[in-house]
Nanobody, 121 residues
Framework: QVQLVESGGGLVQAGGSLRLSCAAS????????MGWYRQAPGKQRELVAV???????NYADSVKGRFTVSRDNAKNTVYLQMNSLKPEDTAVYYC???????????????WGQGTQVTVSS
């Protein structure tokens, strides 16, 4: 099994910053892409940022220039640095990790438990 543990959410004023972390552990042979999604009340879950195993990144247009995704492969951890936060960034943020599991070498998509980010105006 693989477990994902998220941390770093909270309440911040507009213009502030937060850093999210998501650590993967368990039966991991290799991690491919790692990313962050968010879901605001009444809206569908949307991609925020993704980083490949090689370090290539992709961002939603709404966060470009404000958010930075990074990863530490030695720690199996993905980060999301969020700067210049806006009230419209308020949502539950979920990490997503594409894992190749040990022994079977089967590939699974795992989700974190979600962490609330609230930006006040």
């Amino acid at each position: 099994q693989v477990q994902l543990v998220e941390s770093g959410g909270g309440l911040v004023q507009a213009g502030g910053s937060l850093r999210l972390s998501c650590a993967a552990s368990g039966s991991i042979f290799r991690i491919n892409a790692m990313g962050w999604y968010r879901q605001a009340p009444g809206k569908q879950r949307e991609l925020v940022a993704v980083i490949s195993s090689g370090g290539s990144t992709n961002y939603a247009d709404s966060v470009k220039g404000r958010f930075t995704v990074s990863r530490d492969n030695a720690k199996n951890t993905v980060y999301l640095q969020m700067n210049s936060l806006k009230p419209e960034d308020t949502a539950v943020y979920y990490c997503n990790v594409d894992v190749v599991r040990k022994v079977t070498l089967s590939r699974f998509d795992y989700w974190g438990q979600g962490t609330q980010v609230t930006v006040s105006s």
